[in-house]
């Protein structure tokens, strides 16, 4: 089945705790790309690959680093979380090339963070 | 600057009445336009989408769009509201060969029975 896998989906840390949402699709796309979804805002770019070693800063980048070492894989790393960066995070992917690029997002179900 | 403006926060409707959903965006190229649905604990799910050709555009789950480039507006339809429909709907505006999707900040749709 096709698909984006995020992990974990749900996690409480402490402030300045560091870890890793991890993400990873099956789908051979060479785009993927990371979200944070906040009550009225909608969804923010937080960084955003275009393929393996390839990585930019999206909207909201600050206090996230990423790495794309594999194609499949597209990890969120929060060295020093804070309270701030308390929400609901989403992965997404899509191809970038040929008549599959129609430019839909493929979404994983999100991972829920609360930073205490 | 790029945007998408839903104006609508939460709409309520009653199962079988019609629904329209109000998306106005801000995109200095031919934008490309989506419709998506988030359904409760669900990541985002494409409803449609428009590129070119036909305005009203035709997606899963009985919903259609009509692109209005004169207003600048993308609007959701459904003739008749089933009360699975209850989820939240984002618009947004994108290339194929763009870096990004913007989101609009989403319209939470409740069904009445």
Known sequence: EAQVTQNPRYLITVTGKKLTVTCSQNMNHEYMSWYRQDPGLGLRQIYYSMNVEVTDKGDVPEGYKVSRKEKRNFPLILESPSPNQTSLYFCASRPTGGDANTGELFFGEGSRLTVL | ?113
């Open chain 2, 1 to 113: 600057a790029q945007s998408v403006t839903q104006p609508d926060i939460h709409i309520t409707v009653s199962e079988g009445a019609s629904l329209e959903l109000r998306c106005n965006y801000s995109y200095g190229a031919t934008p490309y336009l989506f419709w998506y649905v988030q359904s409760p604990g669900q990541g985002l799910q494409l409803l449609l989408k428009y590129f070119s050709g036909d305005t009203l555009v035709q997606g899963i789950k009985g919903f259609e769009a009509e692109f209005k480039r004169s207003q600048s507006s993308f609007n959701l339809r459904k003739p008749s509201v089933h009360w699975s429909d209850a989820a939240e709907y984002f618009c947004a505006v994108g290339n194929t060969g763009g870096f990004k999707t913007i989101f609009g900040a989403g319209t939470r749709l409740f069904v009445k029975a």
